[in-house]
């Protein structure tokens, strides 16, 4: 079966992938699953001929075979001529592509490492050359479980190579300093503002903790610009650096921006007791910082949403409001043990990629013989309360068992509308 990949890497060309089953080198969860899944694809004999389009040649695996493509469409013309049988798209790369909408010879599995629009999911269940939609989460999963995509979506979790792992020696909880770490870019998507706001509390109750911030606003664009303390655009940076400077303009001592770190990053893991990422929880899908920190023995503390409900070990803790981040991380710090057996065994059993690859591989399989069978069960629910996901399983079932009511839209399009409703009849009633 000859499985091609679309990479859109021109702006983490110069980064080292080439040993990317070592870890993370410093580049985007999206762009460091595409490749990880596209090396082990190729290394196992199992039936499958890999070839991953780029933008660039880069610094990627030596085991894989490379072609350069511009772009997704011109990259989706190169599969068609090479008569390949199956396009892996990463989504955001789909929304920018025409060629898909007409092509009759390729099929494609959208990979969703974003959450999307219903606009764009009836777009996927009509179209017959879609196979399968493949969220990166169960949580993500389940949040389509009243919408038609449902029946041709799964879930993969993103991987994690224990033998990276395993290669430290993890360092006792009791032992480390009182540190703190962020990981990931420096955009309001993030949500570093959010840590930033709260640091001054958790210094009132922890004078001695210090944190660390890796990444930049450069992650996923090297070409941007910068504002004047060089960490992220001017607007991010006048939202969140208020925040860490004392009374007269300087940078708090117990603040320290690392930039971007690729694998060394794990070093610096080693000394931290809490990990936080993306504290507003916005976007995430997955969450890879979250599996790297708990990896390296890190606490981790963030926002609930469906990416940490699924990446977030039971010891950490999942927070509804933002305003419980300081005391949280404060709880965390004053820990003096993290249970890491516990924390890897749920790392093993989740993330492992060995799992994770004959995943890929039955889902693949399933896809070349048209089998519309899921690889994992529909039930039972992983927290049913959560954004209506008991009802939205109530209706699934319904529109199975009376095939008629299944133009009723999903429920969250409905409450929404009722939201809308409402709030228009209040502003005419008063």
């Not at 789909?94 to 999911?121: C, E, Q």
């Not at 290669?167 to 570093?192: A, C, E, Q, W």
């Not at 069960?377 to 209706?395: A, G, Q, R, V, W």
Request: proline share 4%; hydrophobic share 40%; with cysteine.
């Amino acid at each position: 079966m000859r499985i091609a990949f679309y990479l859109r890497n021109a702006n983490i060309s110069t980064i080292d992938c080439r040993n990317i089953l070592d870890g993370n080198p410093g580049i985007g969860g999206s762009e460091y699953a595409i490749i990880s899944v596209a090396t082990l694809l190729s290394q196992r004999n199992k039936g499958f001929d890999i070839v991953l389009y780029a933008q660039d040649k880069g610094l990627l695996p030596d085991n894989l075979h490379i072609e350069l493509a511009d772009n997704i469409d011109l990259s989706v013309q190169k599969a068609i001529e090479q008569v390949m049988t199956l396009m892996i798209v990463d989504c955001k790369d789909m929304d920018n592509a025409t060629v898909i909408k007409y092509s009759k010879t390729m099929n494609f599995v959208i990979w969703g490492h974003n959450f999307l629009p219903y606009r764009t999911l009836n777009f996927y269940a009509r179209q017959q050359n879609i196979l399968r939609i493949v969220n990166v989460g169960r949580e993500q999963w389940d949040l389509w479980r009243d919408h038609p995509i449902f029946c041709k979506s799964d879930y993969i979790y993103n991987g994690i190579f224990l033998p990276s792992i395993s290669k430290h020696d993890i360092t006792p909880y009791h032992k480390r300093s009182k540190n703190v770490i962020y990981i990931g870019s420096l955009m309001h998507i993030k949500g570093f503002h959010v840590l930033a706001k709260a640091w001054k509390i958790v210094l009132k109750s922890v004078p001695e903790a210090n944190l660390y911030v890796v990444g930049s606003g450069k992650l996923y664009n090297k070409n941007s610009e910068l504002g004047k303390w060089g960490i992220a655009d001017n607007e991010y940076e006048n939202t969140f650096m208020p925040d860490l400077l004392d009374e007269a303009g300087n940078l708090l001592p117990s603040v320290h921006f690392m930039g971007i770190m690729g694998k060394e990053k794990n070093d610096l893991l080693l000394k931290c007791k809490v990990g936080v990422p993306n504290p507003s929880g916005n976007t995430e899908t997955f969450g890879f910082t979250a599996i790297e920190m708990q990896a390296m023995g890190c606490l981790v503390t963030t926002k609930r949403c469906p990416g940490y409900l699924d990446t977030v070990a039971p010891n950490g803790i999942l927070y509804e409001s933002e305003s419980q981040l300081a005391g949280n991380i404060v709880r965390l710090l004053q820990r003096t043990n993290n249970d890491y057996l516990s924390m890897y065994n749920f790392i093993k059993n989740r993330f492992d990629y060995d799992l994770i690859i004959s995943e890929w591989e039955k889902l693949l399989y399933n896809c070349e013989t048209r089998n519309k069978k899921h690889i994992h069960s529909i039930s039972p629910l992983s927290n049913p309360m959560y954004h209506c996901k008991k009802l939205k399983e109530f209706m699934r079932k319904l529109k199975e068992l009376m095939p008629f009511t299944k133009h009723i839209p999903p429920i969250e399009l409905i409450i929404k509308l009722c939201l809308k409703i409402s709030k228009y009849c209040c502003c005419v009633i008063f």
